[in-house]
């Protein structure tokens, strides 16, 4: 069959699909003040305390300001929230806070907020997933109404990640007053660029610009469109089919064969935007796997020779840029403390097979790949780059459920995924997450923890830089991980709508970066 044929019957279904549907999901008529996308999953509270959903993160940091935010045009911090801030000593940050602000409700924003926040999540007896954003504080102090003094356990080098990405304020005398805290998330209230008009897990999420946001920098611009209306449509279907008859105007995380067929209708054109965010190789190296060859070296070496990731990017990656999106190590060039000098060995396919054959493995040997949601194709190209060197490799595509049981078990012989610092623009998120013993690790290397430990407790960025690259440099000598390429987030939408171009940047898409032509 022709691909124009087939495409013929891609936009036959989908117009088919959308008659049948579009009746059905309640939404706006379109407008050059509105933005209606598609989301892949229902969103019924607001902030990821509360909701650790990717569809959540879009909304939330748009609604609700952390202290800081950042730059990476300039990879640094520009206040939000906050108008300044210093280091007192190891453990005790001084933040002054910008006058003037008001939270959405018409209340004003000032230290008791901070303090309220950063003291009820840092709370033991409070739990939510992602708790290590917060536990690093030790007590939020007011100073006056806008100065908040933030003390530390210990001394903490990525303090200001925290403040700048993952940490957004509360409003003392709502959030606070509430008996069930989650409540805040069906009816949130924040100081962002939107505030929330409605959130309903079958109808969507509405928000509207706010007009009194003035207290925004060059990373976090005042809002260009109206009102924004995210509407639960969890099948790619189903949204393509809306795009095509104009229920929605953008939809994400794309793949890669289903965006090349879209855009064959001129109506449509395809954005990308990149984060900390990437997919990449581990390898078992200390049995947990029982799989004998892998704690070889050599073997290790010729794994990773054997892929050529240009050639996957090309292949596979939606969105994916073979010149640029190759990651030259485990952390990117805007996250504070990386060391990007520590690189995995080079694509050379002879060499792999000189190696295998150098550890006793000159005729292959069988290994499963496993992998997860959203790392299928990059997976199976990983597969057919193994067996290009002789090892029979078998992909085996498991929920993301089944996933981390195995990886809980250690059952996993070569992991082939993606990963997000979830924004962190920190060297920390990536050694933390790997290699700290919580199960998530493949190597429980004692030398790397001493390190990432000694990392987290550094103030000056410079001596942190020097501490990861040694724990860098001894994953890439052991051959324990391999970065292969950037994941674009991937969106198409109509031609009469366009994006920020950032060329990276830590949180990747936002919301407030689009505009109508």
């Known amino acids: 069959m022709k691909k124009s044929d087939s495409y013929s019957l891609l936009v036959a279904g989908l117009l088919s699909a959308a008659v049948l549907l579009v009746t059905d999901i309640a939404v706006a008529q379109k407008s050059k003040d509105t933005l209606r996308i598609g989301l892949r999953e229902q969103v019924g509270l607001m902030s990821i305390i509360y909701n650790a959903r990717p569809e959540t993160g879009l909304f939330e940091r748009e609604v609700l300001d952390a202290l800081l935010s950042y730059n990476p045009n300039t990879r640094k911090y520009e206040g939000l929230l906050a108008q300044s801030w210093k280091q007192i000593n190891p453990t005790t940050l001084e933040v002054k806070l910008k006058k003037g602000i008001k939270f959405h409700d018409g209340s004003d924003f000032n230290a008791d907020d901070v303090v309220y926040t950063l003291n009820w999540a840092a709370d033991p007896k409070i739990r939510f997933r992602f708790k290590s954003s917060y536990s690093w504080v030790k007590v939020a102090e007011k100073i006056d109404n806008y100065t908040v003094r933030i003390i530390s356990k210990k001394p903490f080098g990525p303090a200001l990640a925290r403040l700048g990405v993952t940490i957004v304020m509360f409003p003392s005398d709502v959030h606070g007053k509430l ?152 952390c990117l060039r805007i996250q504070v403390g990386c060391d990007f000098s520590s690189q995995p060995p080079a694509f050379d396919r002879a060499k792999a097979k000189s190696l295998l054959k150098e550890a006793g493995y000159g005729e292959g040997f069988s290994l499963v790949i496993n992998s997860f949601p959203g790392a299928y194709g990059v997976a199976e190209a990983v597969g057919g780059e193994l067996r290009k060197i002789g090892v029979k490799a078998t992909i085996k595509k498991l929920s993301f459920g089944a996933y981390r049981k195995a990886q809980k078990q250690g059952k996993q012989a070569i992991l082939v995924a993606h990963w997000s610092s979830g924004g962190l623009p920190d060297a920390s998120s990536t050694m933390n997450y790997w290699f700290s013993k919580t199960g998530r690790d493949f190597w429980r290397d004692d030398i790397i923890d001493g390190l990432r430990k000694k990392g987290d407790a550094t103030i000056d960025v410079a001596k942190r830089r020097e501490i990861y690259k040694q724990a860098y440099d001894r994953i890439n000598e052991q051959r324990w991980i391999m970065p292969i390429s950037l994941r674009p987030g991937v969106f198409i939408h109509t031609k009469e709508i366009e994006m920020d171009k950032i060329v990276i940047s830590p949180i990747g898409f936002r919301l407030g970066g689009i505009r109508w032509k």
């Open 179 to 330: 008996k069930v805290k989650s409540d805040f998330g069906k009816h949130p209230i924040g100081t962002g660029r939107y505030k929330v008009v409605s959130i309903d897990r079958s109808t969507g999420i509405k928000v509207v610009k706010n007009p009194d946001y003035k207290h925004g920098n060059a990373a976090k611009p005042a809002a260009k469109i109206g009102t924004i209306i995210g509407i639960p449509m969890p099948d790619m279907q189903t949204q393509m089919a809306q795009l095509m008859v104009g229920g929605i105007d953008l939809m994400h995380g794309v793949p890669k064969s289903l965006a090349d067929e879209m855009l064959k209708d001129p109506r449509f054109s395809l954005s990308s935007t990149t984060g900390v965010n990437f997919f990449y190789m581990a390898i078992d190296s200390v049995g947990r796997s029982k799989v004998e060859a892998l704690k070889n070296i050599k073997v290790r070496e010729a794994l990773m020779r054997a892929i050529d990731r240009k050639l996957i990017i090309k292949a596979v990656v939606p969105g994916g840029d073979p010149n640029n999106h190759v990651i030259p190590a485990l």
